[in-house]
């Protein structure tokens, strides 16, 4: 068995014998446990589609290339190593996220930085990690399906800009075609969501937003 399976067991086993883990906040009741292989956030998202969701959204951007914490699924239940870092600052990161603008915005993730700019963390090699994408693809970050609100045009490249303006206002056209190069652009994208994406609906979705930025960049 692999680190991150042996400790999706331990965590299972705790939660078993009654340990409920250090609660870290948010909507969907993310845990915290120290197992003999490390520290690894325990979720359940608000239902089994949710949370698979979750891991999916979480697996594709790692296949990308995207900063993201290395994950594991089994049946209804996700652990991801626990990462630490300084909350991300709009003026000192915005380098970041330009560069990672056109996958968060193909995954529909409205909540890549997060209320108060804690979905996304500055590691202390000075790399970003985007730690909760439970707001990606077809469900919002509380579970709520998001409907036809996720289809199958990439509005998304536009209202992160314009509802978080401190933090991605500053990122323009070019900035987008640059961020499409630098994630491998449209094959890449394609074959990331052939591997990651069981859920036929959410894949095809997902393949057309992908035809919408290619489009936008031509």
């Known amino acids: 068995m692999s680190p991150m399976e042996l400790a999706m067991q331990e965590i ?9 883990g250090q609660f870290l906040g948010g909507s969907t009741g993310a845990r915290l446990f120290d197992v003999p292989q490390g520290r690894f956030v325990s979720k359940r998202g608000s239902s089994p589609a949710h949370i698979r969701n979750e891991y999916e959204m979480n697996r594709l951007l790692n296949l990308l290339g995207v900063g993201v914490p290395q994950a594991h699924f089994d049946d209804d239940h996700m652990i991801t190593e626990y990462q630490q870092g300084r909350h991300i600052q709009p003026i000192r ?53 998001k409907g036809s609100a996720f289809g199958s045009t990439v509005g ?63």
């Open 12 to 20: 299972r086993a705790r939660q078993q014998a009654g340990e409920r």
């Open 93 to 145: 990161d915005r380098a970041h996220t330009a560069r990672d603008i056109v996958p968060h915005a193909m995954i529909a993730n409205w909540d890549m930085l997060g209320m108060d700019n804690d979905n996304a963390i500055v590691l202390p090699d000075g790399s970003i990690s985007y730690v909760d994408v439970g707001g990606a693809g077809a469900f919002r970050a509380q579970g709520a399906p």
């Open 156 to 218: 998304e490249l536009d209202t992160l800009r314009l509802k978080n303006p401190n933090e991605l206002g500053h990122i323009t056209e070019q900035d987008i075609g640059r961020s499409y190069d630098t994630y491998g652009g449209e094959d890449a994208m394609r074959n990331a969501i052939d591997q990651a994406i069981q859920n036929p609906n959410t894949a095809n979705i997902l393949q057309q937003r992908v035809g919408d930025i290619a489009r936008r960049v031509a």
